[in-house]
């Protein structure tokens, strides 16, 4: 049985108090898992190098260069490493991070060339791994991040959405007023 911080039985990592202290640590179940997705995370972006420099690409990256089909199937890659987080217990607010990351990643990537050299800068297997490792090794403080950052894109987003609201008036007034 796997026992969490509050005492229940749903998360993979083991909460043991020593000397007033808690130790956290992942149980070899877990543990194996978040290894094979770290190697999965590697392979899907920095499984190769350019020789002479420290420019790292993989898989992803190189799958991207096929028009269309591509970034949708590095896309569903990097799907398997976000449900393999959220079984491991990592709430909606990282597995969001995860999804806008890969989102990203595969919008962005569907611009042939430009999105091609995204992919080999942007990572977002890495950048998922970090969040799931961060979540894994301090879950109250990744939540409470995860939640600032949510709230910052939120509040980013209604001012995206006010301007082209506003714009659209704008442009809407000069229409009409051209019409007359």
Do not use: C
């Amino acid at each position: 049985m796997i026992i969490t911080q509050a005492g229940r039985a749903s998360h993979p990592i083991l909460a043991i108090e020593a000397l007033g202290t808690r130790l956290w640590y992942y149980s070899e179940m877990s543990e194996t898992q978040i290894e094979r997705l770290r190697a999965i995370s590697r392979v899907l972006d920095t499984a190769f190098s350019i020789p002479g420099t420290r420019v790292r690409f993989g898989l992803d990256a190189i799958i991207g260069l096929v028009p269309g089909v591509g970034d949708i199937l590095g896309g569903l890659f990097s799907t398997y490493i976000i449900f393999k987080a959220a079984r491991l217990g990592a709430p909606t607010s990282t597995l969001t991070r995860m999804v806008m990351n890969t989102g990203i990643d595969t919008l962005i990537g569907e611009i042939p060339l430009l999105g091609d050299l995204f992919d080999v800068g942007f990572k977002s297997n890495i950048r998922n791994m970090a969040l799931l490792e961060h979540h894994l090794q301090r879950p109250a403080a990744a939540t409470a991040q995860n939640r600032r950052v949510l709230l910052l894109l939120g509040v980013g987003l209604l001012a995206i959405l006010a301007g082209a609201v506003a714009l659209g008036v704008v442009v809407a007034k000069f229409v009409l007023t051209s019409l007359r």
